[in-house]
């Protein structure tokens, strides 16, 4: 890859990154009525485009349906797991790894503050000291996620 592709992928992230920030910050706040309907299920979701599983994320706060994430879920899946009609399976493998441009290496800016903002107790302090920063995906399991988090319900 040319040093100007990389250069022109790094602009659109950041400003992709900026543009994000900007249509998220108005956002209603969910109710904390007790969800209802048929669930919807998340399973083995290998994350993906961070403004995009925002979007997701709100609509999925927005349905008022119960909401289980189970299985695999990593990277951009993880925001899922905070919602306040979510529940975690309780034999799902939660990973984390820095957010970074497709077919790259490079960190871009914001991104990881976006996630951050859905993120509680032990797990966003360890996403802010170790998993920001690693390309590596660090995996660990749904109680060593509520151990990290005991606001996490687990799902029945």
């Known amino acids: 890859m ?36 048929k669930p ?3 399973m083995n979701n290998r994350g993906g485009n961070v403004v995009e599983a925002i979007r997701y994320r709100n ?8 909401v289980e994430v189970r299985g695999y879920c990593r990277s951009a899946c993880t925001i ?5 009609n979510a529940c975690l399976g309780p034999k799902a493998t939660v990973g984390f790894h ?4 497709p077919g790259t290496n490079i960190i871009p800016p914001i991104v990881d503050e976006l996630m951050a903002q859905y993120y509680r ?14 390309l590596n995906m660090h995996k660990i399991s749904a109680r060593e996620y509520v151990r990290l988090d005991p606001r996490t319900k687990l799902c029945k």
């Open 121 to 134: 107790g032990g797990v966003l302090r360890m996403w802010n000291s170790q998993w920001k920063h690693s």
């Open 2 to 37: 040319s040093m100007r592709s990389l250069l022109t992928r790094l602009s659109v992230a950041i400003a992709l990154s900026f543009g994000a920030v900007a249509g998220l910050i108005a956002l209603p706040s969910v109710a904390q009525a007790q969800p209802r309907g």
């Open 80 to 84: 899922y797991i905070t919602l306040p």
């Open 40 to 42: 919807i299920v998340i």
């Open 98 to 101: 820095a957010p970074r441009i």
């Open 59 to 66: 609509k999925l706060a927005a349905s008022g349906r119960p």
